[in-house]
């Protein structure tokens, strides 16, 4: 029976990823110093999550039934201290909260919230929802974000407004989490800080030492406006075709938007956004509310004090730009699809579709035209 169970629940784009890689990139490591990282690979803790919420399948198709009490048999069957970290968690109801709290046999689980501040959470979260199949443009979500906050008095629901909260409203998650067991709050530092800081936070957090642990390759880097905008695009024309999302999740997500889209050598200036006025007194006062609470904090919440982004406003972003970005991405994408299956019939090469004010829009046709070849041929693998 594990003698301690510390959950890390979120939030996300609060350094999960690195976080995670880390935990698996030195596994065997902590598992010498009495911790377990449970799963084969951190997929394994994601099918889990997914179970316990009650989903059926994986986006990706396969079936979840069972990963959590698969999970909770190994962490059970540990004698020393299981970490799990889904940021999937952070915006579970109450009934799944408890359900999680009381699934590990005598334990009562710890609960750990990692925490950036709003305004670098703001574009790193309009990016990530454009890479899970969302087509919300920049202005739309901007403003959602902010008539939807905790505490406005002109607060209106809407689906990039709630989308957003359920992931960032820090006070809700923390008092919804701290039901389930003690409460650790990690603060991500600030722009110029170590980069080994973030790790001995958590860490100390997490009841582990960071020493000797190497750090993972980066996984979830940055995209450019341009190239966000025609993942967006892709987005927009692939539901239009009938391929709303999850439809080519691996394609979307995973091989374009974490993989070949962050190596595009295009203009594609990095998206910016000078923190508005709202966000300092909103940081204020949930930083108070996060101080009343019986938390233990690793950091500083001084260290969500919100911060201007830099680089370009999403909407000055040419057409040229997404022109370009678009026709590299199809570049990059028929070359990686041409290594993986040497197969004949994938669509030739994109012709350059010139300069124009459409030119961006057939671009992302293109594009959207080797995706959902890429979709029927799959299809008909399968069957």
Not at 237 to 264: F, N, T
């Amino acid at each position: 029976m594990a003698r301690r169970v510390v959950l890390h629940v979120g939030a996300m784009k609060s350094g999960t990823t690195f976080l995670q890689g880390a935990l698996y990139k030195n596994k065997a490591l902590l598992a010498e110093r009495g911790f377990l990282v449970p799963g084969t690979r951190w997929r394994n803790q994601i099918e889990a999550v997914l179970d316990v919420k009650g989903r059926r399948k994986h986006p990706q198709g396969n079936s979840v039934a069972g990963a959590w009490d698969r999970l909770v048999a190994e962490v059970d069957a540990w004698d020393g201290t299981a970490l799990i970290s889904v940021e999937l968690l952070a915006p579970v109801g109450p009934e799944t909260v408890e359900r999680v709290a009381t699934s590990f046999a005598g334990v009562t689980p710890e609960i750990v919230l990692s925490l950036r501040d709003i305004n670098r959470q703001i574009p790193s979260m309009w990016q990530e929802l454009v890479q899970n199949g969302v087509d919300w443009t920049w202005a739309e979500f901007l403003a959602a974000v902010n008539k939807s906050r905790p505490g406005s008095p002109e607060r209106r629901r809407s689906g990039p407004g709630k989308r957003f909260w359920a992931e960032q409203d820090m006070v809700a998650i923390a008092r919804r989490w701290g039901q389930a067991g003690p409460l650790h709050l990690v603060t991500v530092p600030p722009p110029g800080s170590p980069a080994t800081l973030l790790l001995e936070r958590f860490g100390a957090a997490m009841g582990f030492d960071p020493e000797g642990m190497q750090s993972p390759p980066p996984k979830n880097t940055s995209l450019g406006a341009a190239t966000v905008e025609v993942l967006r695009g892709l987005n927009a024309e692939l539901d239009r075709r009938g391929l709303a999302y999850p439809a080519a999740m691996g394609l979307r997500k995973h091989v374009l938007g974490k993989r070949l889209m962050p190596d595009l050598t295009v203009d594609d200036p990095r998206i910016g956004l000078q923190a508005p006025r709202w966000t300092a007194g909103f940081t204020r006062d949930q930083a108070a509310e996060l101080r009343g609470l019986d938390t233990t904090i690793h950091g500083d919440l001084d260290d969500l004090a919100p911060v201007d982004v830099h680089g370009i406003d999403p909407r000055k972003v040419t057409d040229k730009q997404v022109r370009d970005a678009a026709v590299a991405s199809y570049a990059a994408l028929r070359t990686d699809l041409d290594k993986k299956l040497a197969d004949p019939t994938i669509p030739g090469e994109a012709v350059d579709p010139g300069e124009g004010r459409k030119a961006p829009a057939r671009a992302v046709s293109a594009l959207a035209d080797l995706v959902e070849w890429s979709v029927r041929r799959e299809e008909l693998v399968r069957t």
